[in-house]
């Protein structure tokens, strides 16, 4: 591994965000993440690192403004020198009838979920093409492949960050920049807090592993798209063979 590949992860304080973040920061490489809202989870994560000797790097930034976006990259480029290795993990739920999603509620969920990880990459490929090497890896949800009922604009936003994830990986491959995403199942994180008991059964008893996932699990992909070269345009599935 090169431990000094510079790695910039959005949302970085989430439940699959911040599992990836600790994942790829105990591994070596130096993890710069970003935040809107949640200062003191950004700062608590960062604290826990460096009680562990490691160092990392936070930015406050509203992705849905490609003005933060292009300021975020500029700034990991300018401080480290290049940007390695990009992850778009930040993002956000909604569980709602289609009938009553609102235009603030569609226009939120394809600006956070879909547009920010449009105007985060582009900004960073830039740097990347010129690198003539880069990695991206979108993490997206098993709803963007088969679609979930009240979730439809959630579902929408992540069928769109794969269909991104494919068109790029095509586009940039000569440029030796793997573009990929990791699509979870039902992961145990507050997005899915919602969920009660019975309901947390009643999935369990349609996955053939019989069990939600963990963070980990996305996080130990995450890193083994960092470290292969040849796996690029894939949306990878984590869901235990909850949807095959």
Known sequence: MEFN????????????????????????????FSYNKSEAKAINIQKELENNGIQT?????????????????EYVVNKYGKIDVLINSAGISQIKLFTDITDEDWNTMLQTNLTSAFYTTQEAV??????????????????????????????????GLDGMTKSLA???????????????????????SHLNEDEIKDIINEIPLEKI?????????VNWLIEDDYTTGQVISINGGWVI
Request: glycine content about 10%.
């Open 5 to 32: 590949k510079v790695v910039l992860v959005t949302g970085g304080t989430g439940g699959i965000g911040s599992n990836i973040v600790k994942e790829l920061a105990h591994k070596g490489y130096k993890v710069i």
């Open 57 to 73: 790097d936070i930015i406050k930034a509203d992705l849905t403004s490609r003005a933060e976006a292009k300021k975020m990259v």
């Open 126 to 159: 830039r740097y990347m093409i010129s690198q003539k090497s880069g990695c991206i890896i979108n993490i997206s949800s098993v709803w963007g492949m088969v679609g979930a009922s009240c979730e439809v604009h959630y579902s929408v936003a992540k069928a």
């Open 170 to 192: 095509k586009e940039l491959g000569p440029s030796n920049i793997r573009v990929n995403s990791i699509a979870p199942g039902i992961i145990n994180t507050p997005m899915n």
């Open 213 to 221: 996932g963990q963070p980990s699990s996305i996080s130990k992909c």
